[in-house]
């Protein structure tokens, strides 16, 4: 019998490209530490843009009915660059933006029945048997449908994984995971950050003028983890890279310069959801796992 590792992490994202978004440094760091890694995407990433510049427009419109295929050999790739033990796939549907109408197809993540999606999310929980769980905050950090249906699923799966009494269909044991935390972005370090490459004049998407700062990121009161992930930066380049119909090679993470591209994704912050330590001090965690020995 294989024994199971002293810890097991688990990530619960939207869509393939997501993962490295906000926690592609913390696989990495805990997968370097010989914690067992786990990512569940909730959908194939059958909706959005195709925005590889080696594809023509007959090339993309080729590709587009079986793109899903395509993000799956993507998300593979990123995956490796970060050394993610064990992928999963909740089998739902890319819901699109707000108000698109892949919002209404019957197989989308946003339109699924609320107790299916959980029943799929508790299994994977009861397999694994993770100490710590992270997804999206409420507003599914920018609002996207399958942002904020991977944060309500994930939140009753949590509680649902440690009931007997929930799912007892599945036929496995409960297993009540630790910690449950959200990945975010500082507010003030988003603002300081965006600030200095104005008055630098470095390009990217903070030249929008109607990009509201004060509004962007999470207050900084509200973050209870920040994690130092500067040693693996170079794996979330790769990992970016790998998924090149969803991410332009001149998107800014590549071309920012080495001292900002360091500030921008050397640190991961996190907010502390459920099961807070009762002798939490108010200081910044620096592992997620803090407390759990």
Not at 85 to 98: P, Y
Not at 105 to 120: L, Y
Request: charged residues 25%; proline residues 6%.
């Amino acid at each position: 019998m294989t024994k199971q590792p002293e810890y097991t992490f688990m990530a619960v994202h939207a869509h393939p490209d997501d993962e490295v978004f906000g926690t592609g440094g913390t696989f990495a760091l805990l997968a370097a530490r010989g914690v067992r890694t786990v990512l569940v995407t909730a959908t194939g990433g059958e909706e959005g843009e195709i925005v590889d510049p080696d594809l023509d427009e007959a090339a993309k419109q080729a590709m587009f009915p079986r793109l899903a295929e395509v993000r799956r050999e993507e998300l593979l790739a990123a995956a490796h660059a970060l050394n993610i033990s064990e992928l999963r796939n909740l089998g739902f549907r890319d819901s699109g933006m707000a108000g698109t109408e892949a919002n209404n197809h019957p197989d989308s993540f946003h339109r699924a029945v609320f107790h299916e999606a959980v029943r799929r999310l508790v299994a994977i929980i009861r397999e694994m048997r993770p100490q710590v769980i992270v997804t999206y905050d409420p507003f599914g950090s920018y609002g996207h449908p399958d942002h904020i249906q991977a944060h309500r699923v994930t939140l009753a799966a949590f509680e649902a994984a440690g009931e007997a009494r929930c799912f007892p269909e599945l036929q496995m044991e409960a297993w009540q995971p630790a910690k449950l935390y959200y990945a975010v972005s500082s507010r003030s370090g988003m603002a300081s950050g965006i600030k200095a490459m104005r008055e630098q004049g470095i390009p990217g998407p903070w030249d929008n003028p109607d990009m509201n700062l004060d509004l962007m990121g999470t207050p900084d009161y509200l973050i209870t983890t920040r994690i130092d992930v500067r040693a693996h930066n170079e794996q979330k380049i790769q990992a970016f890279r790998a998924h090149k119909t969803q991410i332009a090679p001149d998107g800014f993470m590549f071309t920012l310069p080495e001292e900002a591209r360091q500030n921008f994704l050397g640190y991961e912050h996190f907010m502390l959801a459920h099961r807070a330590p009762a002798s939490h001090s108010g200081d910044l965690e620096q592992d997620l796992f803090d407390g759990l020995d």
